[in-house]
């Protein structure tokens, strides 16, 4: 079965240190990968997407990820973290064949730590 | 203003209650998506519309049911609600290549 793993269901870090929030995804095929963003009380917001080209993709905010092929990942990172960073992080993917369906990861709540 | 709107943004109700949440967009999307989130679950998948007369049923539809009254609402029923209902609901519209736009939810308590 077609499945979104989030490792590690809450990350915390320093204020000004990486970020590094992993997915990983089962499918021989390359999807479109997505990376949203959700504040307290608020719905999800897109950081980036991944659909073909580039596989280093930028998002809002400071934040990147990059499509590895071989590793079937897309790993979300942010060189320096802000207070405001704190959120709550799901990583989508939109399989081939799945009738434009959003599989999501069960999150990964991110806190920053002065 | 918002471009996915969602009303009630909170309920309470009780068990056995018909309960209908009611999703509104203004971005000119055909594709309309229903969701429930839960604790350490992620979003799962309800219903999903590609136009008002598509309907499909998502991952997780039964007890739910839902209404495409046109290309701009999009509504969740629930016939007759009971506790492990109780969520956080949203609604999301979609453009290609599939990037989804989302309301801000609606949380429902179910007693």
């Known amino acids: 079965a077609q499945s979104v793993t989030q490792l590690g269901s809450h990350v915390s870090v320093s204020e000004g240190a990486l970020v590094l929030l992993r997915c990983n995804y089962s499918s021989s095929v390359p999807p479109y990968l997505f990376w949203y963003v959700q504040y307290p009380n608020q719905g999800l917001q897109l950081l980036l997407k991944?659909?073909?080209?580039?596989?280093l993709v930028k998002g809002i905010n400071g934040f990147e990820a990059e499509f590895k092929k071989s590793e079937t990942s897309f790993h979300l990172t942010k060189p320096s973290a802000h207070m405001s960073d704190a959120a709550e992080y799901f990583c989508?993917?939109?399989?081939?064949?799945?009738?434009?369906?959003?599989?999501f990861g069960s999150g990964t709540q991110l806190t920053v730590l002065p | 203003d918002a471009d996915v709107t969602q009303t009630p943004r909170n309920r309470i109700t009780k068990t056995g209650k018909r309960i209908m949440l009611e999703c509104s967009q203004t971005?000119?999307?055909?594709?309309m998506y229903w969701y429930r989130q839960d604790p350490g679950l992620g979003l799962r998948l309800i219903y999903y519309s590609f136009d008002v007369k598509d309907i499909n049923k998502g991952e997780i539809s039964d007890g739910y049911s839902v209404s495409r009254q046109a290309q701009a609402k999009f509504s969740l029923s629930l016939e007759s609600a009971i506790p492990n209902q109780t969520a956080l609901y949203f609604c999301?519209?979609?453009?290609?290549?599939?990037?989804?736009?989302f309301g801000p939810g609606t949380r429902l308590t179910v007693l």
């Open positions: 971005k000119g999307h055909d594709r």
């Open positions: 989508a993917v939109r399989f081939s064949g799945s009738a434009r369906q959003l599989t």
């Open positions: 999301a519209t979609s453009r290609p290549p599939d990037e989804q736009f």
């Open positions: 991944y659909t073909t080209g580039a596989t």
